[in-house]
């Protein structure tokens, strides 16, 4: 049995619909696909399921690996294969929320994997501005260039240290994230009116904030060690620049709700771009709204 897989932006409502159609269903369990899930102890920020939600449903591929350890798509593709497997393979339905495209794909597409070449990569976290490793990158390798955003620091650098690692380009690595075969795996996305979705990402933050959002991030600085991913998170990375002093916190949540704004967008634009996407347009409730789609693909 193949995945379904429910996808859309952020503050979308993908989680809420997942854990009500598997509520009704009673013979599904979900598979999340959160580049930022993965790590244990980073919670609110993340908007991970809580307790209550995962005694109800069980859910994997979240509390993966510690804040200060390094965790790759890679490794994404092994434990959400793995989990898709153990679970179809007991009769069950894998429905998979997915919010990072990339990780998705690696999932439910053969998406393979360059070497790595770890002191090419500490250099590369070593430069200040991004748009200097774009550009860097726009000269190596224009095609790979032309399908990253020019913010996405993660992607960029992994781009750029298999160029200079490998000698070739990285986007002659295997068949990469612009095909879309069958792969006989339904997908369905949530779809928002723009002004609506920005509207539902500023209250997420509020609400995170509300939840001990700053409390979380000051106990993981505590803890310290948080690997280079993790502190790039989205809304971590700017309320650790509020503990070092270098905003006040209203700054902070200002920065967090405009990032975390413009990342849906980005997040749209990746998903928009796959052919096999069925969108649902959502206007007012996702979880009525979707309900009778995905009924329809549980079994």
Known sequence: MKPVVVLGPTASGKSDSCM???????????VVCDAMQVYKRMDIGTAKPTKQDQAQVPHHC??????????TVSDYQVKARAAVADITGRGKNALVVAGTGLYLTSLIDELSFPGEWPEIRRELQQEPEVSRLYRQLKE????????IERSNRRR????LEVCI??????????????AYPDNGVVQIGLLWPREMLVARVEQRVYN?????FLDEVQQLRKDGNMSHTAKQALGYAELLRHLEGKCTLEQ???????????????QERWFRRD?????VNIERDPISEIGSVLAKHLH
């Open 140 to 147: 190596l390798d224009p095609e790979a260039a032309s399908k």
């Open 252 to 266: 902070a949540v200002g920065d967090i709700i405009i990032h975390t704004r413009q990342f849906a967008v980005r």
């Open 20 to 30: 009500a159609a598997a509520l009704a269903n009673g013979n599904t369990e979900l």
């Open 275 to 279: 052919p096999r996407i069925t969108w």
């Open 156 to 159: 960029i650098e992994r781009a």
């Open 62 to 71: 979240i509390d993966l690996v510690g804040p200060n350890e390094r965790f």
């Open 208 to 212: 995170m904030m509300a939840a001990g």
């Open 165 to 178: 690692g490998s000698g070739k380009p990285f986007s002659a690595t295997g068949p990469g994230t612009g």
